[in-house]
Each structure stands twice: as C-alpha cells, then as structure tokens.
C-alpha cells in the first residue's frame, strides 16, 4: 500500500471562525472528525494533528511565515484516487467555505 500526506488549507477568515465558535459548536465538529477517522480507521495510518507557528528554514536563517495550512493526516491507500475518494465526506471540507485539501504520495526511500 502507498502512504499518502494530507494537508488540511483554510484562510485566515475560517480560522478566526473557528475562534469564535462555542465550546458545545466545536464540540459538534470534534464529533464529527471522530465519526470521519473511525469510518477510515483502516486507512489511516497517523490521524494527523492541527498545525500553527509556520517557520520557513533558509540557508541564511530562518523566518516566521504565513500559509494556510492548519492541520494534517497520512493516509494508506492503493491509489491516490482511492484516498482522495475516501476523503470526499471528510469534515474540514464542510467546516469553512475556505477549506481544502491536498494530497500528495510520499515516496518510499
């Protein structure tokens, strides 16, 4: 089976949102990622974690930079196609209208 990286997107809009909801709102979409990883549980291999405090490493030194990536995952899967598949309910999609997803292969070394 193939390992795939999932990088969950959103803008920064979708993550002041998220700020702003009530605990009984965030607790409602915890359940659903939690419905979400048990349905996929076969195939996944790390269920992944939020992400924040983006530092960008160059040869001269490094600096705090901005992107949209929030969170990831590592899936297993025979094809991307199967894993991107099984990513179509997944809830960061429905959170914001600003969320994606991308899905890349990690090569075997």
């Not at 974690?49 to 040869?59: E, F, Y």
């Not at 099984?86 to 994606?100: E, I, R, V």
Request: glycine letters at 8%; proline letters at 3%.
């Amino acid at each position: 089976m193939k390992k795939f990286l999932v990088l969950y997107h959103a803008n920064q809009d979708a993550m002041e949102f998220m700020k702003t909801e009530s605990e009984e709102a965030q607790g409602k979409e915890m359940e659903k990622w939690v419905g979400w990883m048990n349905k996929n549980a076969d195939s996944l291999v790390d269920e992944g974690n939020p992400v924040a405090g983006n530092h960008t490493m160059h040869s001269s030194g490094n600096k705090e930079e901005k992107n949209d990536i929030v969170g990831y995952c590592i899936m297993q899967g025979e094809t991307k196609e199967e894993v991107m598949k099984l990513l179509k309910d997944q809830p960061h999609l429905a959170w914001h209208s600003g969320a994606t997803m991308s899905v890349m292969e990690i090569l075997p070394m």
